[in-house]
């Protein structure tokens, strides 16, 4: 652990105890409360928090669940309504806990859109980036299988197309799909697999985002210029101030998010969900949940079954390899003219991929699917190396604290 | 190309902005549906819609006579109890009135000393009966179509707007902003008053009846409304739009029945959340004052 | 210094007020979490039960189901009723009148359920043992309670619970 020593002294002599045998509180003190933090921070920091925050509430919300909740084909419909009905407060539980899931995804998607503009995955933060794809990927895998208890209509059938895909695999693909689900097709052993799955994966991103915060805090925080903190100037402590502002943060999401549960609880979801599952009838349209469906857009944009399945998990994994793709000097898009209009088209193409999902992949709707799946690719494997060679980056500050303390005009960049 | 923003989120708030001062601009309550095939469902106005909605009591209670007397011979409510007519937020009969049709239904309790399954008469706590033992038997009694149990049917239906797509994503806003989630709801009602004669050179199926709504416009179920086809004791018009709304509106009830606590609680959670993000919003801005930012 | 100390006091009394608030708050969402592992609302549905008395012959007694217990219903005869009164209260080992745990003579109404440790007592069919007193005998650990449901011998350190009845009509009861 890099050394941030804390100014924590025990004050009695438990504490005074403790601390000889775990330092607990110590570590506490030091990593959370005399943190240095850069000092010019802006909101997109507080996501960390407001994940953070969302992973707690399901976890909690989803334990809950799981003392209801019935994982076999005959009943699990039946007492998800029961949960609705008759579990007191089960109705809030269980919208809270469906609510919560796109909520997870959309923080999760906008501190990922945050590294990628200022550079937060750039030496020496490859790590820290690369668990956070790990952590997307586990929350890829949770919501899919969680989605899948409901056994709706939709459930059923997303968890049959999504593990027919493995029968691509040459050679294995056939004896893989038919040990995912425990029989010849999507059955009562699978679902009852998917709630222990469902149960265990959360406790595994729990894990991945303390290695996550352990990697963040031996380097410290990026910050909007990208220009490293060097005298303690440019930082704060941790307490209050970012305590304080992540707290505000949390509350205004979750306003957003209280009005989801409260107002609109089923917006997000898909009305055929509402359809108890039936093997021998597929619905009209199968549609993931919306935070799947720029995944789901590359998948159909590629006629072939096996590399559309590669494309799509090609999608999540080229991630692990920004680091070593984007070959700027400088880590702030802020600061680089060339590449800003590229990251920004970017951020079109997953939104459109996005909406492209959701539509029957014919017509034009294919065609703007496979140029936008083509720039994704191109973004990652083309742009970003390319780009930080040939650009004339803006001129860099000499200091987080000159940006902050200097003249006004510049303390304006906040 | 030169974009100059001040930060990524300054100008996404901006974007955000300019999305809802625009979608202001629109009225999507009176569009209807292209023409063609595509069927014409409008928004209707709810008494549970929205932000400030919550069940007609009186309407539940009609709603559910025209459920009792039209639907229930084939659909069945398995997920509801008899108690839930009683409880608060429902039609809210007394508990008399819900006994009474629970004491209606028969239901299969046990087996006797031979095995034999034994029958005995509804109780509060037991659930809706369905007319129908299984689903093979709901199939011979009705020419191969299988009436759906109607429990959460109100959640299990929707519908597409046909609009262009450069507009879909101010719909979205509009209708999370005003909460609209009674696409199923509306329908449901536009699938009971969709009953219409076939264009013509459309021949039918055999058994089957036209409905402008119903997705293939052939609809097993024959036309089940008709202007007073159920009686109604507060005096409201008994026209087939009544009763379709009615009943749609107690179908809502059946598929979320916590609705108007639900509502309540939420009215409580908003207020206290802006008060607290205010003085979060305070405290922070008092603990930043100190320090250049 | 003094708009300093002012600042500091503002801070201060905002960052006590939002977490204060907070907590209030954090404490009202915690009640749900807690309260959901309660008896819902369909295992309320079924916390009382009616039964059916009129079937029921002299001497005859039936169990049945409530709360997920077995409860026992016996008509008892002329002979069992004087027989529980004429006990002497103050010889019992866990004392109390016939009179306090009937609410008609006839009808004796008892949860089913050893108070020893929780075995379900036999005497309910004729023929069965019902222990020295003609009331009920534990099998487990040889409790054996009379035509009351008082334990009178054994291990059993009270007697078997009287649960909370009424009755609807002369024939029929609400139990719970």
Redesign the interface.
Known sequence: MSDHSSSYEPSNGFTRWLDERLPIIRLMHGQFIDFPTPRNLNYLWTFGAILTFCLMLQIITGIILAMHFVPHGLHAFASVEHIMRNVNWGDLIRYTHAVGASMFFLAAYIHMFRGLYYGSYKSPREILWILGVMIILCMIMTAFMGYSLVWGQMSFWAVTVITNLFTAIPVVGESITQWIWGGYSVGDPTLNRLLSLHYLFPFIIAALVGLHIWALHVVGSNNPTGVEAKTPKDSVSFFPFYVIKDGFAVIVFALLFAWFVFYAPNYLGHSDNFIEANPLQTPPHIVPEWYFLPFYAILRAIPDKLFGVIAMVAAICVLFVIPWLDTSKVRSTRYRPLYKPFFWLFVITCLALGYLGAKAPEGYYLLASRLFTAYYFIHFLVVMPIIGLIETPKQLPDSIAETVLGDASEAEKA | MNLSFTSPFKTTKLGFAAFVVSSLFFSPLAYAAGGGDAPDIKRQNWSFSGFFGKYDKAQLQRGFGVYNEVCSSCHGLKLLSYRNLAEKGGPEFSKEQALAIAQEATVIDGVDDEGEPKERSGKLSDHFVSPFKNEAAARSANNGAYPPDLSVMAKARTYHRHVPWYTEPYYWLYDIATGYEEKGVDYLYALLTGYKKPPRGLALNEGMSYNAVFPGHQIAMSAPLSDEAVEYADGTPTTIDQHARDVSAFLAWTAEPHLNARKDMGKRVMIYLVILALLLYLAKRSVWAREKH | MSS?NN?EN??DF??V??GS??AV?GACALW??V????P????K??ATVEVDLSPIKDGQAITIMWRGKPVFIRKRTADEIKEAKDVDVADLPDPQADGDRVKNDEWLVLVGICTHLGCIPSGQKTGENNGEYGGWFCPCHGSHYDTSGRIRKGPAPRNLEVPPYAFVTDTKIKIG
Request: charge should be negative; avoid cysteine.
């Open positions: 300093d600042d503002r801070r905002l960052m007020a939002a608030f907070a708050g749900p979490l309260d959901q592992m309660n819902d609302a369909s295992a549905a079924l």
